[in-house]
């Protein structure tokens, strides 16, 4: 069974910068993509960044600030958070799909406060 986790979310003070990683367990099948996905209090989940089938994308409020590294062959991705600010607080999610299944990790935290 595939099993995402996250890890290296925490608190920080506004302008400070987080690396996120997740890892893969258990995989069979390739994934076609991975991603990053945040949910904040009360909204729905929106898409960070997604690296797969050769392309990158970020999310309109993240782009020149996030940075979305390794990929699904490795079973591994990674997400540098610079010039963090209290609106990046919420819990950030990895996700994979391979061409059956779309998984979830578990989420971490990440809050920005002075």
């Known amino acids: 069974q595939v099993r995402l986790e996250e890890s290296g979310g925490g608190l920080v003070h506004p302008g400070e910068s987080l690396r996120l990683h997740c890892a893969a367990f258990?995989?069979?099948?390739?994934?076609?993509?991975m991603a990053w996905y945040l949910q904040a209090p009360v909204q729905q989940r929106v898409l960070v960044a997604m690296?797969?089938?050769?392309?990158?994308i970020y999310g309109d409020s993240v782009k020149g600030r996030f940075t979305i590294s390794g990929e699904g062959a490795e079973n591994t991705i990674y997400l540098q958070m610079n010039s963090l600010t209290a609106e990046d607080t919420a819990v950030y999610y990895c996700y994979a799909n391979d061409i059956t299944h779309h998984y979830w990790g578990q989420g971490t935290q990440v809050t920005v406060s002075s």
């Open positions: 258990g995989v069979i099948l390739s994934f076609n993509a």
């Open positions: 690296v797969g089938n050769g392309k990158t």
